[in-house]
């Protein structure tokens, strides 16, 4: 079966407008969050919400569009990609959203909500010859687009595919959320012992994928997308999709656990995610990896995060650094984890990335350098 | 090759199992005619009076589809075309009003459309691959190669691809099961047949 | 108070989609969650809201939920001191 490998990759959100500007960001240890205020009822929380004016200025054709906000950050996310690599008719777009534009709902403007209509929007703007896939899976759907893509390309329906991935800050989404009790009202902490629940972001993330190696390109060697048939919204006390997620990626890949350098978690900082999290690495015998979660510098990011930190991933593995976990004190759940608490130079080979969500949802993907 | 073993349509009060007519109700609204085929088939299952329209579609066909199933093996590829709007509407609908504003977290966890994948997973202990597609219409051109990835390569021993489709006062159910042995070959022109 | 029990009963029937259960089914002293009614985190949730919309009660902090839906009965004395609706 053909290898499949991660090329350019982009990232539209609060700390920044480039894969490098992102990463330069949290390497020096720079969080989007801070008090955001929201239209009445809602009234101020904690967030990562990207500046419109920020981004006016720097994409002032695009900003002026009138399309949904949220389409502009996903033409800004393809663009350099689209500008570097072209559109052949073999060129497969995946998207991968949780809500996609869902404030149009606020207008009742129903069609516009469909994710069909924004897929179709971006399909021409770029002029690609296919319909896009679209993957909405909860906030599994960036890792799984990544999945996805791999499978496809292994099954010789692609050879080039673009993935992108997106989610905006809307009072859709937050007023669910804090009906659920699942916001903190600080800046998270994930695994921490005083941690308190999720802070809510936005963002876009793109990739280009492809079989062939090249310069610099990353392989995606092993997935799996394991349901924990456990709860719709809680995750499974014993982390049982997750570890059979991990597992089975490992396998795949036929390498040992021990040569895992790095695992970038989804670590949303709830009570019960991250506790789940502990018990699938122990289970998994990865607990003395070191791991961290991005969700203290972006937010969750819901359906970006997987692959905005799937990138971020890349970044680490392509500089052998390891970066810490913003928001993290004290360990704070049941079993180990080697949670990163410093900026560090460390070799990474291998490294893993894992996301959970909503419906019992779980994905792993391996990556080697 | 895979074959398509078994398939179910559910459309204007009528369930169909392998193109032979299997249930009917002269019930039309939505809520009513799910909760009259969940009687129907004894179904002894509380956690369905808790689900949301797309998922109780879902849940039946599911429910028919896997009726006899004893593999635990078994992926689910499900689809539609408008996500979780029918049930997105209802959580906008509870936010829309400033001076009424009663957002429910019963609610708001149905609006993701994987969840449907969810409740079948729960139902059927379905620890399996899955993943949710949205598409205009059946989306077979990646469901074939995908769900030959996930047997060719033992990551399912069955697949269950489901169209499931209920927005408004439209719906409509269109699953079959996919594996090595069965009746129909699992060809585009096949499944769009069985669909029509 | 009475009252105020049977009406608890039904709301709490409606809102939690209990189908099979009729009021008379939930005994005052039942207990709500665990092995009771068999409620889950959601609907505990759920009372919390019903709290606010049926009666304008806000809950400072949610946890205090678990004393006060152990029971149709601890619910009803809770929402007769606090309700402003």
Redesign the interface.
């Known amino acids: 079966m053909k290898k499949v490998f991660l090329h350019q990759t982009n990232i539209i959100s609060p700390l920044g407008f480039s894969t490098e500007e992102n990463f330069r960001a949290v390497c020096a240890g720079n969080t989007a969050i801070q008090p955001v205020t929201i239209a ?2 809602i009234g101020t929380i904690y967030a990562g919400k990207i500046k419109e004016e920020v981004f006016a200025k720097m994409y002032p054709k695009m900003s002026s569009l009138e399309i949904p906000r949220i389409e502009k950050y996903i033409l800004a996310a393809l663009e350099p990609l689209v500008a570097q690599r072209g559109i052949s008719e073999d060129s497969l777009l995946i998207i991968s959203t ?3 534009n ?1 404030s149009a ?2 207008k009742h403007q ?1 069609e516009a ?4 209509t924004t ?1 179709t929007y971006i399909q021409n703007y770029f002029g690609f010859a296919q ?1 896009p ?6 906030c599994v759907s960036g890792v ?1 687009a990544l999945s ?1 893509a791999k ?2 390309i ?4 692609a050879s080039e595919i673009y993935v992108v991935a997106f989610d905006e800050l809307v ?2 989404i937050i ?2 959320f ?4 699942a916001m903190s009202d600080t800046i998270c902490k994930p695994y921490d012992i005083d941690r308190k629940g999720v802070n809510l972001g936005e963002g876009a993330a793109a990739v280009f994928i492809n079989t062939e190696k090249e310069e610099k390109g990353i392989e995606l060697i092993a997935d ?11 995750p499974s006390r014993t982390g ?2 997750l570890y ?1 997620s991990i597992t ?1 990626a490992i396998k795949e890949a036929n390498i040992d656990v021990s040569q895992i350098d790095y695992i970038s978690l989804h670590g949303t900082a709830t009570i019960y995610n991250d506790e789940m999290e502990s018990i699938a690495l122990s289970r998994a015998a990865l607990d003395h990896v070191p791991a961290n979660s991005f969700k203290g510098y972006y937010g969750h990011t819901l359906g970006a995060s997987g692959l905005l930190e799937t990138i971020l991933t890349m970044e680490c593995m392509k500089n052998n650094k390891l970066i810490p976990t913003y928001g993290f004190e004290t360990l704070g759940v049941s079993l180990p984890i080697a949670v990163i608490t410093q900026l560090q130079e460390q070799p990474i080979h291998y490294a893993l990335k894992t996301a959970s ?5 779980n994905s792993a993907i391996l990556l080697k350098k | 090759m895979y074959y398509i073993s078994k398939y179910i349509c559910i459309q204007q009060g009528k369930m169909w199992l392998n193109g032979s007519l299997y249930a009917e109700s002269h019930y039309t609204e939505f809520g009513d005619l799910m909760k009259d085929f969940y009687k129907k088939f004894q179904i002894n299952y509380p956690k369905f009076y808790k689900m949301d329209d797309l998922c109780k579609l879902a849940f039946i066909g599911s429910e028919l589809l896997l009726k006899d199933e004893n593999s635990k093996q078994i992926a689910l590829l499900f689809s539609n075309s408008e996500a979780s709007l029918d049930t997105d509407i209802k959580h906008q609908q509870s936010i829309q009003n400033v001076d009424a504003y009663y957002p429910s977290p019963a609610i708001f966890v149905y609006t993701l459309p994987n969840i449907a994948i969810g409740e079948v997973s729960i139902r059927h202990q379905l620890q399996t691959e899955s993943c949710f597609f949205v598409a205009d219409k059946l989306p077979v051109t990646h469901w074939i190669p995908y769900t030959n990835y996930l047997l060719q390569n033992h990551k399912a021993e069955k697949v269950v691809c489901a169209w499931v489709h209920k927005l408004g006062n439209n719906y409509e159910a269109f699953l079959y099961l996919v594996e090595k042995k069965g009746e129909i070959e699992q060809t585009e022109q096949n499944i769009n047949e069985l669909f029509k | 108070m009475e009252a105020l029990k049977q009406e608890l009963k039904v709301k709490i029937i409606d809102v939690l989609n209990l189908e099979d259960i009729s009021k008379d089914d939930i005994q005052d002293s039942d207990p709500l969650f665990g092995d009771g009614l068999g409620l889950d985190s959601i609907d505990a949730l759920e009372l919390i809201v019903l709290l606010d919309k049926e009666y304008g009660i806000k809950l400072a902090d949610p946890k205090q939920g678990k004393e006060i839906f152990q029971s149709i009965e601890t619910m009803a004395a809770y929402i007769s001191e606090n309700r402003t609706k």
């Open positions: 009445e009822p949780t809500k996609g869902i709902l606020e129903i909500a469909h994710l069909g897929a319909k896939l679209i993957i909405s899976n909860a799984m996805v499978r496809l292994q099954m010789e329906q009072p859709f007023s669910g804090q009906s659920l009790q799996a997308n394991i349901n924990d048939a456990n709860h719709i919204s809680g049982e999709g059979l089975q969500g909503f419906g019992g949802s």
